[in-house]
Nanobody, 116 residues
Framework: QVQLVESGGGLVQPGGSLRLSCAAS????????MGWYRQAPGKARDLVAV???????NYADSVKGRFTISRDGTKNTVYQQMNTLKPEDTAVYLC??????????WGQGTQVTVSS
């Protein structure tokens, strides 16, 4: 059974930084695409960043130059370093993983609040 464990959210002032982690386990087929989405109250769930098993990345325009996604294949963990945070980055951040046999799983979400 695939499990995702997220950590790293919290309250930060504008201009601050946070690092999110999502540790995946339980897939005999490994993990291909790993990424982060976010959902603010009353809004749709949007892609933030994704990374392939080969290290290719894609970012939402709103976070380019501020967020960096990375992964550790030995730990099956995806990270998102978030710098220069803005109030509009406030949302629940959710980890999304696609396994090697193409099943998709979501994490439980972690709250990120950017406020002074």
């Amino acid at each position: 059974q695939v499990q995702l464990v997220e950590s790293g959210g919290g309250l930060v002032q504008p201009g601050g930084s946070l690092r999110l982690s999502c540790a995946a386990s339980g897939s005999r087929f490994g993990f291909n695409l790993m990424g982060w989405y976010r959902q603010a109250p009353g809004k749709a769930r949007d892609l933030v960043a994704v990374i392939t098993s080969g290290g290719g990345t894609n970012y939402a325009d709103s976070v380019k130059g501020r967020f960096t996604i990375s992964r550790d294949g030995t730990k099956n963990t995806v990270y998102q370093q978030m710098n220069t945070l803005k109030p509009e980055d406030t949302a629940v951040y959710l980890c999304r993983i696609t396994t090697g046999n193409l099943y998709t799983y979501w994490g439980q979400g972690t709250q990120v609040t950017v406020s002074s």
